[in-house]
């Protein structure tokens, strides 16, 4: 094999290794404090909550997954049917109390019992 191919195919290599590993950490901090945010959020309006790294990790990550598929379909997806000032606002709106909503009501799984 010569030197090129060689090089080529290290550099392949290195980058889905290093995006796999740079995605995997997106996940983990973003996972991390979205579910950090809700909790502490949610401790102060209405309920304790368990608080370790996994439970704040896993609820973080579903309630990004929760709210990346909703806006999507709530916020998006109108917006480019409808490209107007108008739909972006009131799809904001709407979509503003679908996810209060849907983050106490996922919240309450992880709730404390005293």
Partial sequence: ????ILIGLNHSLGLIIGLTIGLGLFFLIVGFLVGFLNS???????FDVKMSF???????????????????????????????ITTWVITTIVVSYLDGFLAK??????????
């Fill in 1 to 4: 094999m010569s030197w090129p």
């Fill in 40 to 46: 502490v959020i949610t401790v102060y309006l209405w």
């Fill in 54 to 84: 996994w439970n704040l990790f896993l609820h973080g990550l579903a309630l990004f997954t929760t709210f990346f598929v909703v806006n999507f379909a709530f916020v998006i997806l109108p917006t480019l049917a409808y490209p107007e």
């Fill in 105 to 114: 009501d996922m919240i309450g799984r992880w709730k404390q019992e005293h």
